[in-house]
């Protein structure tokens, strides 16, 4: 699917190099990938670790490529695109991976008829377990957007939605990652407290998390469901719960996911 393209990243950041990744583990010749990066260590890096084109002029790897992945931050968005105004036709496809920026937000720095897909990965993306969801513009078709998918798709789930629903995506799967690195640090400080080494409780508490995950992925089955089965009367998890319950966890991860999805928002106005 990928063999006739020529793919540029505009920006070589950790996500550019987890979708770099994805595509070079599928077989997606290095010599068709050109990289954008303004630091010359990192251009210097990526080309030597993967043996793909880079560059510092962002025109330039978007005039020579027909695949164009955003990889910028948000607040660069802009000026980034302003720069790439008169060299993206509406014969190439531009996949935006920025936080909170609108489809429209893009098409109209651009050109009319520009090609747009709007994806939101997520940083396990790294090792080949992202989530990432996938909504297209309105001059994007069914093609654009199955393209888009498989090539997330090579670094882990991905699902098509409408973009209204974005801005949750990145609160609940961008940010995500953060939120359950939070929860792990929790479990391992708490094995510290009642005795276990910081070695031991940081890896039971990795495992636990990463089993507990795999349980109710291949499993399907509710959450509650699987709770209930650690849940004996008068035991030791039930008081735990209690405790959970008490503090609000609950409330404070939607909370917390709601905040996230509210910031994002404002990235996007």
Known sequence: MLSNHK?????????????????????????????????????????????????????EVAGKTDIIILAIKPQVSQLVLKGLKDVVTKEKLVISIMAGIRIAAIETALNEGCRVIRVMPNTPALIGAGATAISGGSAACANDLDLAEHIFSLAGFTVQLEEKLMDAVTALSGSGPAFVCAFIEALA???????????????????????????????????ALLREQVTSPAGTTIAGLHALELGAFKGTVMNAVDAACNRSKELGS
């Open 7 to 59: 793919i540029g990243f505009i920006g070589g950041g950790n996500m550019a190099e987890a979708i770099l990744k994805g595509l070079l583990a599928a077989g997606v010749n290095p010599a068709s990938i050109i990289i954008a990066e303004p630091t010359a260590a990192r251009r210097d890096l990526l080309n030597e670790k993967y043996k793909v084109n880079v560059s510092g002029d962002n025109a």
């Open 189 to 223: 400080d708490a094995g510290v407290k009642c005795g276990l080494s910081r070695d031991i409780a940081t890896k039971l508490a990795v495992h636990t998390v990463l089993g507990t995950s795999r349980m109710v992925h291949e499993t399907g089955d509710h959450p």
